[in-house]
Every structure is written in C-alpha cells, then in structure tokens.
C-alpha cells in the first residue's frame, strides 16, 4: 500500500453550475471507481486517497472537471456523496456547502444511527466533524473563512474530511484534508501534509508544535480571573503593528501592514470568557471545542501569551508543498513526476478495472492523461 499525503491545496474562485448531463455521468463514473477500489483494498484505502489533494484533484478531473477550479470540490463531494452509500461502498459522505455544511451534525446522527453505530462512536465523529471545522477556522487563521465542510465515514468508523475556505478579497478558495487515522492531537499538526497554491506572507498557526507553550499559556489564563484577562488584553489592545507581535530573532518575518485576519480583535466577548473559567478546560483542545471559541478569542489569547509571557508563536504558513498548474519549463514549479506517476498509474487502473462502457472508459483516460500534462507539484519542505 503506497503511503499518501494529505493537506491543503489552493485554487481560484470559479462561478457556474455543472451541468445536469454532466453530473449525472460523473455519479456513474464515481460509483465505478470507487467500488473498484473499496473492492481491490479496502474503504480505509478510499479515505487515504480521498485525503490526498494530488489524488482528488486528479480524481475529479477524471470525472470531467478542469483542473484549475474551486469549483471542482464542491461538485466532486456532492457527487460521492450522492454515489456512495455505506450498503454497496462501505462508505458514506455527510455535509456540504453552506447551509448544508450546518446541517452536518443532525445528518451525521440520524444516518450512523440507523446503520447501528453506537452511541460512543456517533458522538467520536461528530467531534471530528465539529473540531477539524473549529481547527481550521479557527486555529489556521490565514485569511479563509469555510464555507464547505464534508466527512467521509467508512463502516469501521474510519473517517476523512474535505473542507473549503473562501478569500473573497484575493479571489482564492483553500481546500482542507484531513486523514482521521493521521491525526493524533487535532490541534497539534493534524494535517499530514499541507499544499498550496502559494505561500502567505503571514499566518497565525496555532497547531504548529512552536506554539505548545502558547496552547498552554492559553489555557492557564482562561482558567485565570476574567478580570485579570480583561486588564491584559485591554493595554495589548494599543498595539497597532504586527511587526511589533513578531520575534526579533533571525527568523523574524517584516511586514509593512497588518492583515485584517490578525489584528488585535476590537472587542472581546467576556461573557464568553466568564463561560469558560466556569468550566475550566484541562487542555488546549477543550477549550477550542468550546462553543463560542473562534478566531478572535484565540488571537487575543495567542497575543497575550507572547507578548506578556514570552511564549513563542508561528506566524508561517503551515505549507509543506506547493500546488500549481504551471508549464513543462518547471514555472511557476517544477513537476514531481514520482508522486504523479503513482497517482496516474492508481488511477488507470481502477478506471480500466471498472464496469464501465468502452466509451466512458476512454473518455476517463484521455481526461487523466490531460491532467497529467498540466499538473505541478513542488516538495518545499519533505
């Protein structure tokens, strides 16, 4: 079984609708290669590539999407989600955009239970649902804001999440993935791997591994007098540079203004701090899933924890690689052609492997030998 990477991938907003026609043939082509996979290896297999955004990518523009679109995450999820059903695949999909993506908890609860899972393992992915939102919403505050959020769930209870964060003012929208088998500490690197279309000049990380006396000075102060808070965050709140937030050191990144994403949030719910210090969270992953906790609470209490503590923050884009189209010359990245030799080479097989008719069969080859062409993908960090 070959090992896959998961993580983020970068692609700009496109508007319109797949037509009828067209999703109706992608249903059948997903249906098909899907359960050529789950049949060849298993559901745990789909799900690591399904969490793969090389794979996906690929994946979807085999099912007829080009390979340079926002939009081929949401109509790619819908169509699994439409195709796949846990009493042919093994495997389910929940959630959606907008205001599908709210109504995920309630789907997710009425279908686990009428397969019969338990109550303990119904209540184990609703939280993976719940915090892989939180976390990168919340904790990866790089200027998306999510607005598509679905889960795939296998029989064994294994799961993947797909998500997608929207950048009106750049025009970008930044797909998530996450492996459930993967992630040992949700706010602690719970991403594999990311990728992404480029790298941002600035972004507070808080699931790096530098911010663990950060996560930790986090809970202390919410676990502190609201009062006292109060007073830190009310003289920090006089900070009008970032650069000011940054390190000195030789790792230190100058930036000439501030994002509207980072700066010092205005106003602070303190009601919502006097919740928390009534339920005392042991660790930074309480008091994430705390409803309310969202990206102001969590940089006030970042800022705080550096500035007055002196613990350390990661403002660098959580990117390991980079994910673009670009030309044969190797611009704006040079091709990895081991990685998308595999993912090819899977590809084929299972769409020659699937019961499909010679003409659709064709079609999916031509379609991934087209993506093959225009694929570019740079380790910048591995």
Same mark, same amino acid.
């Given at each position: ?5 998961t ?21 059948k ?9 789950v ?10 590539r ?6 996906f990518?690929?994946?979807g523009?085999?099912?007829?999407f ?10 790619v999820?819908?169509?699994? *989600? ?5 009493? +042919?695949?093994? =495997?389910?999909?929940?959630?959606g955009?907008?205001l /599908?993506?709210? !109504? ?8 686990l ?7 303990g393992?119904?209540e184990y ?12 919403n919340?904790?990866v505050?790089?200027?998306y ?8 769930i ?18 970008y929208?930044?797909?998530?993935h ?5 992630v ?5 690197e ?8 480029g ?9 790096? *591994? ?5 996560r +930790?000075?986090? =809970?202390?102060?919410v676990?502190?007098?609201?009062? /006292?808070?109060i !007073?830190m ?21 100058v ?7 980072l ?7 303190w009601n919502?701090?006097r919740?928390v ?7 930074y992953?309480?008091?994430v ?20 503590f ?7 884009d959580?990117?390991?690689y ?9 611009v704006?990245?040079?091709?990895? *052609? ?33 993506a ?11």
């Amino acid at each position: 079984m070959t090992p896959v990477k998961t993580g983020i991938a970068e692609l700009p907003l496109h508007s319109g609708h797949a037509p009828i026609w067209l999703i109706e043939k992608m249903k059948k082509l997903a249906d098909a290669i899907v359960s050529v996979i789950v049949d060849s290896y298993d559901t745990g297999e789909f799900l690591r590539r399904v969490s793969d955004p090389l794979w996906f990518q690929s994946f979807g523009c085999v099912l007829g999407f080009d390979w340079h679109s926002s939009g081929l995450t949401t109509v790619v999820t819908g169509v699994l *989600r439409d195709s796949l059903n846990l009493d +042919k695949h093994g =495997v389910m999909v929940a959630g959606g955009k907008g205001l /599908k993506s709210k !109504r995920t908890p309630d789907e997710l609860r009425s279908t686990l239970i009428s397969y019969g899972f338990d109550e303990g393992m119904v209540e184990y992915l609703l939280r993976a649902s719940r915090l892989s939102a939180k976390v990168d919403n919340a904790l990866v505050q790089d200027g998306y804001e999510l607005y598509h959020h679905t889960i795939f769930i296998d029989e064994k209870g294994k799961w993947a999440v797909v998500q997608q964060g929207m950048n009106v003012s750049e025009g970008y929208a930044r797909r998530y993935h996450w492996l459930g088998e993967a992630v040992k500490n949700f706010v602690v690197e719970p991403h594999s791997s990311i990728v992404s279309d480029g790298v941002s000049s600035v972004v507070l990380n808080m699931t790096s *591994r530098k911010c663990e006396d950060a996560r +930790k000075v986090s =809970v202390d102060l919410v676990c502190e007098s609201p009062s /006292k808070v109060i !007073r830190m965050f009310n003289n920090l709140n006089k900070q009008e540079s970032l650069t000011r937030w940054l390190d000195e050191g030789t790792d230190a990144m100058v930036i000439e203004k501030t994002p509207a994403y980072l700066r010092m949030p205005k106003t602070i719910n303190w009601n919502l701090l006097r919740k928390v210090y009534e339920l005392k969270p042991r660790n930074y992953e309480e008091l994430v899933e705390i409803r309310g906790v969202g990206p102001s609470t969590v940089r006030a209490l970042a800022l705080i924890a550096t500035l007055i503590f002196g613990a350390e923050i990661d403002w660098r884009d959580p990117v390991k690689y980079s994910f673009a189209v670009g030309g044969k010359d190797g611009v704006p990245y040079p091709v990895s *052609r081991r990685t998308m030799d595999e993912v090819t080479n899977f590809l084929r097989e299972m769409i020659e492997a699937a019961e499909l008719e010679k003409a659709s069969k064709i079609e999916a080859l031509k379609r991934l030998a087209r993506a093959e062409q225009t694929t570019v993908l740079e380790f910048a960090g591995d």
